[in-house]
């Protein structure tokens, strides 16, 4: 597996101070942010997931703790939309040009605005996907808001 991809180049190049880890991907895992920390012998607030949604029809990337489910309303409201809808797995891998499972917010092919869960700020480190299955990037909450430009909102249902 390759440690270096086009999430990790982009930290990289924002002076981003990060971590990488490599972990067990199980294709078959129901969720796979609560494989994934569960593989890393993380706690699931720490480990969030990359979701793609559209937000009055326009694509957007929300960051929440793996171990929640994000709200539809909170996130329209977030973008200051009146309703939201998960993308389509095939739509997203299209416009981040990641594969589900691998979907990173950092280096995605077109950038879309992005929201981080606000609850998520108070922790030290998070491990956010690093562009691959199998790959997370462990950093500072507040480095991985400022490298996406990603507002701070109550996102979990």
């Known amino acids: 597996m390759s440690k270096t991809t086009r999430a990790t180049q982009t930290l990289a190049k924002a002076g981003v101070s990060f971590t990488v ?3 067990d991907y199980d294709p078959g895992a129901e969720r796979v ?3 994934a920390a569960e593989a890393l012998g993380e706690d699931p607030s720490r480990v969030l997931k990359t979701l793609m949604a559209e937000v009055d029809g326009k694509p957007v990337c929300c960051i929440v703790p793996s171990d929640r489910e994000v709200s539809m309303k909170k996130l329209a409201a977030a973008f200051g939309g009146k309703s939201a809808s ?3 797995p095939a739509d997203a891998e299209r416009l981040t040009g990641y594969h589900v499972g691998g979907i990173s917010p950092f280096g995605q092919k077109k950038i879309v605005p992005a929201a981080i869960e ?12 690093g562009g691959q299955r199998g790959l997370q990037v462990r950093l500072a909450p507040k480095d991985a808001q400022a490298a996406l430009k990603a507002i701070a909102a109550p996102l979990i249902a």
Do not use: P
């Not at 606000?118 to 922790?123: D, K, M, R, S, T």
């Open 21 to 23: 880890h490599s972990y």
């Open 33 to 35: 942010g609560l494989q």
């Open 86 to 88: 998960m993308m389509k």
């Open 118 to 129: 606000e609850a998520a700020l108070a922790e030290t480190l998070v491990y956010i996907n």
